[in-house]
């Protein structure tokens, strides 16, 4: 059922649960995802098969391996292709464990030939022992350059001590660039300012990949996915779980917040529905107590 609810002033989008769904590759579901700890983060087969129809369906490649390379778990991958074809594979590369706070870094793989083989792993971020994770890459087919959304939190802030305000830093956000089809990266910088409401806690980017709508009023813009949380301004000690999304009108050099849906909502993914007007779908993980994933629409670009 859908329902609207406001907090610390926000109007959010009506949360609508429906059937769980999960990505089709190749015409196939992928398989949900092996229990904790992670012995390989993903493998080449859901590359190859989604990416690449020069590479055989079943053809498998392992693409990061846990305890390989200086990193004792690897999670949050994320995969996208670039202009010129290369397959780029992002992941938080954490040093000391699985959790998610701690030393961790932002790594990418890249395949240059449909994801058989893949290079080095190259950091993209690492700031000490903090924590820099949460990769969001997007394409923006109009330039060639990929933009990489990502957050950083002190290492020493945990999520629940975030959350609960108890610790000096908070959750940021970044953006880095690439013009070489993802060879090299810019230096981070930050764009908290303009894509998180100073009341909110924690925040991710992603997990996945943004898009550029293609059709309607708002085509060419860039949307990412992201989820927040904040406190309930009725009960401060509830904490509002929600999802959001960031935009950029002018090809990633500055990005703004867009629509909250909430409550209940936290990762998610967009895409953009084949009506040729530039509808998009935000499909979320939900924490309504129905076992179900939750989806709600955007007919303004992700504005609302």
């Not at 398989?31 to 498998?60: D, I, K, N, Y």
């Not at 993209?124 to 924590?131: F, P, S």
């Not at 949460?134 to 629940?160: A, F, I, M, R």
Request: hydrophobic letters at 35%; one cysteine or more; proline letters at 6%.
């Amino acid at each position: 059922m859908a329902h609207r609810q406001r907090t610390s002033g926000r109007r959010h989008a009506p949360v609508k649960s429906e059937a769980d769904l999960l990505p089709a590759v190749a015409g196939r579901k992928i398989p949900p995802a092996p229990p904790r700890p992670f012995a390989r983060l993903f493998s080449a087969l859901v590359l190859t098969s989604a990416l690449s129809a020069a590479a055989p369906v079943g053809e498998q490649t392992d693409v990061y391996i846990s305890g390989q390379d200086g990193y004792h778990t690897y999670r949050i991958p994320a995969v996208i292709r670039a202009q010129n074809g290369a397959l780029l594979a992002f992941a938080g590369g954490r040093k000391n464990g699985g959790g998610d706070g701690g030393d961790i870094d932002l790594l990418v793989k890249r395949s240059t030939d449909g994801g058989r083989t893949w290079s080095a792993q190259q950091i993209v971020w690492d700031d000490a022992t903090n924590t820099c994770g949460n990769p969001c890459p997007v394409l923006d087919e109009s330039t060639g350059t990929l933009h990489l959304l990502l957050t950083h939190n002190l290492g020493t802030d945990k999520e629940k001590d975030i959350v609960a305000r108890t610790v000096r830093g908070s959750r940021t956000v970044w953006l880095a660039s690439s013009t070489d089809h993802g060879v090299t990266w810019t230096k981070p910088v930050e764009i908290t300012a303009t894509t998180k409401d100073p009341s909110w806690t924690w925040y991710a980017t992603g997990p996945g990949i943004g898009i550029q709508i293609k059709h309607g009023p708002h085509a060419g813009r860039l949307v990412i996915p992201c989820d927040y949380n904040n406190n309930d301004s009725t009960d401060p000690k509830k904490v509002i779980r929600g999802s959001h999304a960031i935009f950029s009108d002018n090809h990633g050099r500055t990005w703004q917040l867009g629509g909250t849906i909430a409550p209940g909502m936290n990762e998610c993914q967009v895409a953009e529905l084949f009506d040729g007007r530039g509808t998009l779908l935000m499909d979320m993980r939900s924490y309504l107590g129905r076992s179900v994933r939750a989806q709600s629409r955007s007919t303004d670009g992700g504005a609302t």
